[in-house]
């Protein structure tokens, strides 16, 4: 059946107030005449400023939907963008039950059926899955893009038990992002309210350090736990360049009627995200939204339960605008971790494919691992894997043969290790590489272990010097095509950094068997062919000062302490419908000594700047962090200025005890 376009308007700061009288502010899109013919509600809810934070996004998404005959909903969660209350975490249950709040109006106005559905990208796919589990009536479907099942295993803070940096690197970018002021055109009281949330914000590294395993505070928003109250239709889509890949696989296996799409994209909605290929993602949310809120045979039950891009093994870069490849369909149940095609064992140096011992000891530096790229790729600089020769080096490596044949991989490799450690708290960080007849060193996907989680999350324990274990890698699911010819490596190093952060003594690891299981697209068959892309007109500005993005690794041969260096210049717009003017500026600085783990020190700098009319406000948001045998140790500071005047100053400063990290 095909959508007639219908008129639509816009408001763009609709109230709704929440039971505590609390009021969250939305943008809406909406048919003219839903009061005489109601339309299904899409609801999307997140702290990210629709004012100025995520328009263009917005631009693209919502007027298409809504001249398609829905009303769609751009909230600010409380204590953001234009809404009032105060945010004191991510994911509270405060968040979920004012979603639910808004979920139970939208569904009660004039202009809507009565159904409702959820849609966001990251933080908004997270809680779209969360309030899902909560199983509102009015919610019938839910499309979540790059988020995750588990905020321990597969958030920015942990993975497989190691302290990841984004803990820091993303807490620094909340820390900023919240204290924002509103759009003084909005709101009266935005002075109080912005005043208000600098003397509030709380700064979250120190929060979520304080929760080192997997405690009920993780548990909480995590639906992995609670898979059976989520009776939302749920469409799952990721990206190969993005952190969260793995929620995609999993939902589809654990959900009867969830469908997943993963396609070479970084942290970005599929209609235009890059690498390219894009895909008519509007289009393929519009069959989802149809079927589910509307009834219409849209056919979305036969699609494959997941189709996946399988990407063609290319060279190593740090960017990529492209990734030929081919589009597969699976079937559920052959999607996660996805059936072993081949099993190869670690040897004398070299990958064979059967059963043998290795005997390799392997303590690396403290900078192993500086060609990982971002933990997740969302700013579009150059934020991939670079070439692995490096980090191959620091490492213990064991290389096949030339390939034979393609080997095709779908699916999440596993890692399988004998192996004892001279700490009793140690790391390791084990990569799939594809290495090229030149050398050149490409990685295919990677995990990392906290050796004291190798039984559990929830109850680690510390390694006993000198004792054998077995412990178990489970690599992050991915699609890519080794050719015939080029040659696999498995690299295994006793740190990453900067993606996790170092465990507080050097070790050695003496590995005395091991292998690694592949995944292969069993079953596999093709994959009908995604529309282009499509979408609704730009967000229409004029741009201040462009946008440019650096990083930088150098070493102080004074000191010999090594560098990352990063700047991302988000540049500075004026919207032209409304004319308020944004910029940001977001700065890391990452820097280890290679012989000395408790040298490793995390900076992140944020300007923010914003203007209406002849009002100009500031924030500077900085912190740090730094560790010592027994205690991570964080500063923060915030300073913000109204027309060049300093009208708020804050600092802080936290230390929280080690937990075998």
């Keep these: 059946m095909k959508n007639t376009l219908r008129d639509i308007e816009e408001t763009p700061d609709l109230g709704i107030t929440l039971s505590d009288g609390t009021r969250l502010s939305a943008r809406v899109w909406c048919p003219v005449d839903a009061s005489d013919d109601p339309v299904p509600v899409i609801l999307e809810y997140l702290p990210y400023r629709k004012r100025d934070g995520t328009c263009a996004r917005d631009a693209l998404t919502h007027p298409y939907f809504a001249q398609r005959g829905y009303a769609c909903l751009r909230v600010d969660i409380r204590g953001n963008g234009d809404s009032h209350g105060l945010m004191r975490d991510e994911y509270t249950q405060q968040e979920l039950d004012d979603a639910v709040e808004v979920i139970q109006w939208a569904a009660a106005q004039p202009w809507c059926n009565g159904r409702v559905g959820m849609m966001g990208i990251s933080w908004g796919g997270f809680n779209a899955l969360q309030v899902a589990a909560m199983s509102p009536a009015p919610l019938k479907a839910i499309i979540t893009l790059c988020s995750t099942v588990d905020r321990f295993a597969d958030d920015i803070h942990y993975k497989g038990g190691c302290l990841l940096n984004e803990n820091l690197g993303w807490g620094a970018t909340m820390w900023s992002y919240s204290s924002r002021a509103p759009d003084p055109a909005l709101r009266p009281d935005w002075r109080e309210m912005w005043l208000d949330r600098l003397e509030n914000e709380p700064f979250l590294p120190g929060a979520w350090l304080r929760h080192q395993c997997r405690d009920a505070y993780w548990a909480h928003g995590s639906v992995i736990d609670h898979y059976d109250n989520i009776s939302a239709k749920v469409l799952a889509v990721g990206g190969w360049g993005d952190a969260y890949k793995n929620a995609v696989p999993q939902l589809v296996d654990a959900l009867p009627d969830a469908k997943g799409i993963i396609g070479p994209w970084v942290h970005k909605y599929p209609h235009f995200a890059v690498p390219e290929p894009r895909i008519g993602f509007l289009q393929e ?71 043998t011992c290795t005997d390799t000891a392997v303590s690396s530096p403290a900078d192993a691992g500086t060609q990982g790229g971002e933990y997740c790729a969302i700013w579009l600089g150059p934020e991939m894997p670079g070439d692995q020769r490096r980090d191959d080096a620091l490492s213990a490596c064991w290389t096949s043969a030339p390939l034979e044949k393609d080997t095709a991989i779908l699916g999440a490799p596993q890692v399988r290790l004998t192996l004892s450690t001279d700490q009793p708290t140690a790391q390791i960080a084990a990569r799939l590489n594809h290495v090229h007849p030149d050398g050149a060193s490409t990685r295919i996907t990677y995990g990392v272990l906290n050796l004291t989680h190798r039984n559990s999350a929830a109850a680690p324990a510390p390694m006993e010097p000198g004792q054998k274990v077995e412990v178990t890698l489970n690599l992050d699911h991915i699609g890519y095509n080794v050719p015939a010819g080029h040659r696999l490596r498995i690299a295994i190093s006793t740190a990453y950094w900067p993606l996790i952060w170092p465990a507080p003594r050097p070790a050695i690891l003496h590995i005395t068997s091991g292998r690694v299981d592949l995944p292969a697209p069993s079953g596999a068959t093709d994959c009908p062919a995604f529309a282009p892309p499509d979408a609704a007109q730009p967000w229409r500005t004029e741009t201040l000062r462009e946008e440019a993005h650096s990083r930088v690794t150098q070493t102080d041969l004074v000191t010999g302490v090594t560098s990352l260096l990063i700047e991302d210049d988000f540049g500075k717009v004026r919207d032209l419908e409304h004319g308020l003017i944004n910029g940001s500026v977001a700065r890391e600085r990452w820097d280890i000594h290679p012989d000395d783990p408790l040298s490793a020190r995390g900076t992140c700098h944020w300007t923010d700047e914003m203007q209406r009319g002849d009002i100009v406000l500031r924030t500077e948001a900085k912190c740090e962090m730094w560790s010592d045998l027994t205690h991570f140790h964080l500063r923060a500071d915030i300073e913000a200025f109204e027309n060049n005047e300093r009208v708020f100053e804050r600092s802080l400063e936290d230390q929280i005890r080690r937990d075998q990290i």
């Design 285 to 355: 949310a519009l069959r989802w939204w149809d079927r589910w809120l509307k009834d219409i045979p849209t056919g979305v039950e036969k699609d494959p339960d997941l189709r996946a891009y399988i990407m063609d093994g290319v060279r190593p870069a740090t960017w990529y605008t492209d990734r030929p490849g081919t589009w597969v369909g699976q079937r559920r149940g052959n999607v996660h971790p996805g059936p072993i095609s081949q099993s190869w064992w670690l040897g004398d140096g070299t990958l064979v494919n059967k059963e």
